[in-house]
Every structure is written in structure tokens, then in C-alpha cells.
């Protein structure tokens, strides 16, 4: 059968410079097997299928996969599909705003602009907090080859996609890491663990953060620029504390290792939300056939 397909880059409006997403528009009829045959064949980060709605308040259905599990939620294939729905006109903006309907339920993304200076932002589902312990600290150390802000302390942040967050003292020390992979899958199955994120500042220019993301156990070394990394990030930080006073906006930057070039806007409301947000571009538009 021939379904509709396009790889978006995300996070970027120039292409090659973002995190792709293999979007399959047309995913009516497929099995999770075949997904996940899909998602195993692409090799991207992930791999998502558009699907008619279950929920009458939903635009649109959308399952996610990486090339090894499904994941209930994920930030840049959320954006990145978007903008693939909104450029075929599969759903249109009401009041600004479409909604996707996930496995963690309905997420509500922001559209602002249209075309190629289109703008999208997701609402970061609740968290649930969980502070590693000494023995963990350690050991993820020996992962990073390198070590952690201690007085912030690393923490689980799970979302639907669970991330262990830790903060390094620089954005030059977060670029320098060199993980130890594979002892990374292991720990990450000992935490239940999508992977791993961690930050550091900029010392200059107008980013305030550098992060990167390992997601080891899911067959991704490194995500080149992570959306529910980056709303993991935001949330350990207002845990701690540093973000400033709500309303607040901070941009983050992410790839630079991998040669991407990543912009995350990073938004905390009045009431505390956090948004992540950023712009897309379509760089493969043809036909899956399976």
C-alpha cells in the first residue's frame, strides 16, 4: 500500500540542521508490528502514524515510536507532525491551537504564523519527580565521565517519556562528554529510563543553555535536539528553583555535537506551564510503501 510520508526537521528552519521525524500520514491499517518494523527501518529518533482521532476534542491521533519501543509522548515528533498535518491540511488551527491525542492523553500545541515562518509549542505534561540517590549520582558520573552539579540534584523527571536530568557546570563541559553507552543501557533499564539529559550555561551569546540527550536503551546514542528533553530540563529546573520570575523565557540550544544547529524556546507561564516550542521545515515529502 502507498502512504503518504514526510521527514520534517525540527527545532529548525533550515534544513539539515534540526532532528528529523518520519511522519506516516496515512496509518490506517497498519499493526503495531508493522509500526514498529517502520520506526526499526527509518532508524530516525522516531518515527510517528497519523491516525483518525478516538477523542472528539482531538485533531488527530498520533503513536510514536522509536526504533525499538512506542513511546506514550515525545516532544519533537509532536511538533514535527504538526507542522506535517498543518502542511497538508489534515487539521487546521482553532483559536490557534490544534490537539493531539497521545498515550498520555490530549496535548495542546500553540501555532503562531503560518508557512515557513510557522512557530509551534507544546504544553509539557505533568511530571512526576523522583531524586537519584548518592550510589545513582555516582554511577551516572561514571557514565558522563564527568561529574554533576551535586547541589542540584539529578533527578528522574517522567513525563510519559522518562529522562534522568542533571545539571553540568558549563555548556563547554556538556559538549566535551564522552558517555560510556553502553553501561548507559544498563542503567537506564535499572531506572526504568528513556535516557539520559543534561545541561549546562552558556557563558555567552543570546542561549542560556546547552543540553544534550542519550537515549541508549531505545537504539539512540545521541537525540540531536530533544523536545521532551529539553521540558525535562525545564522541570527540573523550576524544582530547583533557577528558572527566573514567571512570567519567564529562555532559549536553549542542542545538537552542536552531532553538526545540527537546535533552537529550543522554552516558555514558563504565570501559572507555571512550561512550553516548549520551535520551527519546522519539511525536508522529505513522497510515498511509504509497505
Given at each position: 500500500?502507498?502512504?503518504?510520508?514526510?521527514?520534517?526537521?525540527?527545532?529548525?528552519?533550515?534544513?539539515?540542521?534540526?532532528?528529523?521525524?518520519?511522519?506516516?500520514?496515512?496509518?490506517?491499517?497498519?499493526?503495531?508490528?508493522?509500526?514498529?518494523?517502520?520506526?526499526?527501518?527509518?532508524?530516525?529518533?522516531?518515527?510517528?502514524f497519523l491516525l483518525p482521532p478516538q477523542n472528539p476534542q482531538a485533531d488527530y491521533q498520533l503513536r510514536i515510536f522509536t526504533p525499538r519501543h512506542e513511546l506514550p509522548f515525545a516532544g519533537?515528533?509532536?511538533?514535527?507532525?504538526?507542522?506535517?498535518?498543518?502542511?497538508?491540511?489534515?487539521?487546521?488551527?482553532?483559536?490557534?491551537?490544534?490537539?493531539?491525542?497521545?498515550?498520555?492523553?490530549?496535548?495542546?500545541l500553540a501555532v503562531d504564523g503560518d508557512g515557513v515562518n510557522r512557530t509551534l509549542s507544546f504544553a509539557v505534561p505533568p511530571a512526576k519527580l523522583t531524586p537519584l540517590n548518592p550510589a545513582q549520582i555516582e554511577r551516572l558520573e561514571g557514565i558522563l565521565g564527568a561529574t554533576v552539579e551535586r547541589k542540584m540534584t539529578p533527578m528522574i523527571v517522567d513525563m510519559g517519556v522518562v529522562w534522568i536530568v542533571a545539571q553540568l557546570s558549563s555548556a563547554a563541559k556538556a559538549r566535551a562528554l564522552r558517555p560510556d553507552f553502553a553501561r548507559s543501557v544498563a542503567f537506564e533499564h535499572s531506572l526504568g529510563a528513556t535516557g539520559i539529559t543534561v545541561f549546562g550555561p552558556h557563558a555567552t551569546g543570546d542561549a542560556q543553555?546547552?543540553?544534550?540527550?542519550?537515549?541508549?536503551?531505545?537504539?539512540?546514542?545521541?537525540?540531536?535536539?530533544?523536545?521532551?528533553?529539553?521540558?525535562s530540563v525545564a522541570i527540573f529546573c523550576?524544582?530547583?528553583?533557577?528558572?527566573?520570575?514567571?512570567?519567564?523565557?529562555?532559549?536553549?540550544?542542542?545538537?552542536?555535537?552531532?553538526?545540527?544547529?537546535g533552537r529550543i524556546a522554552v516558555h514558563i507561564a504565570p501559572d507555571g506551564q512550561i512550553a516548549i516550542g520551535g520551527q519546522c521545515v519539511t525536508t522529505v515529502d513522497g510515498i511509504l510503501q509497505n
Open positions: 500500500m502507498k502512504r503518504a510520508f514526510k521527514v520534517v526537521d525540527v527545532f529548525t528552519k533550515t534544513p539539515l540542521l534540526g532532528n528529523p521525524v518520519a511522519v506516516v500520514l496515512d496509518a490506517d491499517g497498519l499493526d503495531t508490528k508493522t509500526m514498529q518494523a517502520i520506526a526499526g527501518w527509518t532508524n530516525l529518533s522516531e518515527t510517528t519533537h515528533p509532536t511538533l514535527g507532525s504538526a507542522h506535517a498535518v498543518l502542511e497538508v491540511g489534515r487539521a487546521a488551527p482553532r483559536n490557534g491551537v490544534v490537539v493531539q491525542e497521545c498515550g498520555v492523553g490530549l496535548v495542546k543553555i546547552e543540553v544534550r540527550s542519550f537515549a541508549c536503551s531505545q537504539g539512540v546514542q545521541e537525540d540531536p535536539v530533544c523536545g521532551s528533553g529539553n521540558g523550576q524544582a530547583h528553583g533557577l528558572l527566573p520570575k514567571r512570567p519567564s523565557a529562555y532559549t536553549a540550544t542542542q545538537g552542536h555535537c552531532l553538526g545540527r544547529s
